[in-house]
Every structure is written in C-alpha cells, then in structure tokens.
C-alpha cells in the first residue's frame, strides 16, 4: 500500500493567518492527490482534487499544489469557519489510502 | 441534488450480525461506484472497499477483506455494509460517499459527497 504521512499533525493559528499543510506519498503518486476537510460531528468534505483541481462551491482562498511525492494544501487566509481536520488522499492505487490529518485549531 | 443518507446509529453485542445502508439520491445511482470508509473514535480515515452498483462488482482493502461484506440493490439505489460477527474493534463511525472518475484518467478520482455517517457502537 502506498503510505501518507501530514505535517503537522496539528497547528494553531489565528483568522487572517496564511496556513499551510503537507502530505507526503511513500512513493511518486503524479498528482493523484486529493484533500478534505472534516468539521467535529460531521462527515468529509471535498475540496481539491487531483492536487490542484477546486471542487465546485469551495472558497477560492483554498488552494492546492504539487506532484509526485510531496503536496501542500494552503489556506491563503484563514476563516473562522476554516477550524477542522484535514485530510489527503491518493487515488493513484485502488487501495485508496488518507494520511492522518492535520488538526487546525484557534490560536 | 445529490445525496447519500445513511441509516441510523446501532448499538450491538459482541457476535451479533449487522447491515447498515446508504441510500443515494440526486443522480443515476447504477453509474458511479460507491466507497465505504471506517473512522475510529478520535481517529482518522481508512477506506474499506467499493462497488458498482451497476453490476455489483466489489473491491475491498487487503485491511478489511473478508471482516465484512459490501453489497448493492439498485432497485432501490442503496448500497450496505455488513458484518456476520461484531467485535468491540469494529465500534466505529461508518462513512458511505460517491466515487467520482475522469473518464480519461483512472488514477485521477476522488469520493464526493459523502453520507452523514453511521455509528456502529459493540459492546457487551
């Protein structure tokens, strides 16, 4: 299986606040790499696809980068709404794997 | 609009069999593959397995193969996810979503939208 690993795990950060989140592939994955956000009580939610692609209906401050092993997802200014989890996901294998997400709490 | 809704929490014992079901709406049900995901308490996500509801063809996690069963009506556009013996580990929320592809890339798909979610709850 192709392992995912974030960074950080968690951060703290204020509204306004540049954010930025990495996901790293144990092996090249091309840009096979998609991102979620996940509020406590509720079910994932898309917002990249395929590294860089930006689901319909999700704020253009999220934005998403990179190929091969190495991803980022960045929230260019951070709103209130923005505290969750974060998750990646490669399609590349059909054993689909997440990394462990990445915890955005207030600062 | 497209939705998935999923059925309600359960409570279990250990040894006890389970289907729970995820119903979609909002689009052709029979075209696109739907996926089950497991979230443990205070954990993060893993993919069980998806199937096409079009002609039932399943795949699973080397992680989950043979712990459950996923299965299709598409009568009733709903997909199920099924345990013949619960264990206390499998006490978890389960999470069904539809699995989008580019027709041109495989590799390139994602799973949008997802259910709210079922709460499986074993214990004695």
């Known amino acids: 299986d192709i392992q995912m690993t974030q960074s950080p795990s968690s951060l703290s950060a204020s509204v306004g606040d540049r954010v930025t989140i990495t996901c790293r592939a144990s092996?090249?994955?091309?840009?096979?790499l998609n991102w979620y956000q996940q509020k406590p009580g509720k079910a994932p939610k898309l917002l990249i696809y395929?590294?860089?692609s930006l689901q319909s209906g999700v704020p253009s401050r999220f934005s998403g980068s990179g190929s091969g092993t190495d991803f980022t997802l960045t929230i260019s200014s951070l709103q209130p709404e923005d505290f969750a989890t974060y998750y990646c996901q490669q399609s590349y294998s059909t054993a689909f794997t997440f990394g462990p997400g990445t915890k955005v709490d207030i600062k | 609009e497209v939705q998935l809704v999923q059925s309600g929490a359960e409570v279990k014992k250990p040894g006890e069999s389970l289907k729970i079901s995820c119903k979609g709406s909002g689009y052709s049900f029979t075209s696109y593959w739907i996926g089950w995901v497991r979230q443990m308490p205070g954990k993060g996500l893993e993919w069980m397995g998806i199937i096409y509801p079009g002609d039932s063809d399943t795949r699973y996690s080397p992680s989950f193969q043979g712990q459950v069963t996923i299965s299709a009506d598409k009568s009733i556009s709903t997909a199920y996810l099924q345990w013949s013996s619960l264990k206390a580990s499998d006490t978890a929320m389960y999470y069904c979503?539809?699995?989008?592809?580019?027709?041109?890339?495989?590799?390139?798909?994602?799973?949008?939208?997802w259910g709210q979610g079922t709460l499986v709850t074993v214990s004695s």
């Open positions: 979503a539809r699995h989008l592809r580019d027709v041109h890339e495989w590799a390139k798909n994602w799973f949008d939208p």
């Open positions: 092996q090249s994955i091309s840009s096979y």
């Open positions: 395929a590294a860089s």
